[in-house]
C-alpha cells in the first residue's frame, strides 16, 4: 500500500506543475508570466497611488501597509487572468 502511494504522490508531483509553465518572449528573453504580472501590478500601483495623491484621495486608505499590497496583488491576479491564462 505503501509503495502505491509513493508511486501516485510521484507521478503526482511530476505532472501537475507541468502545466503551469505559462512563458513570455520579451527580445529574446523568456520570463515567467506571473513574474511580468507582477510588475505590470507594481507598476499600475504606483500609476494609481500617484493619481490618489494628485486627487487629493489617499488620505483615504486606511491602513496604508494593507491598502496597496492588496491593490499589487488584485491588479496582479486581474492581468493574469487576462493575459496569460487560456
Not at 32 to 42: C, N
Not at 61 to 73: A, N, Q, T, W
Request: charged share 10%; aromatic share 16%; glycine share 12%.
Amino acid at each position: 500500500m505503501d509503495r502505491f502511494f509513493l508511486l501516485g504522490a510521484s507521478l503526482g508531483v511530476a505532472v501537475l506543475p507541468s502545466g503551469c509553465s505559462c512563458i513570455q518572449e520579451i527580445g529574446g528573453a523568456y520570463f515567467p508570466a506571473w513574474l511580468l504580472s507582477i510588475l505590470v501590478g507594481w507598476i499600475l500601483t504606483g500609476i494609481i497611488r500617484f493619481i490618489l495623491i494628485k486627487v487629493g484621495m489617499d488620505g483615504w486608505i486606511r491602513p496604508r501597509s494593507i491598502g496597496y499590497p492588496s491593490l499589487v496583488v488584485f491588479l496582479t491576479l486581474l492581468i493574469y487572468l487576462i493575459f496569460f491564462t487560456h
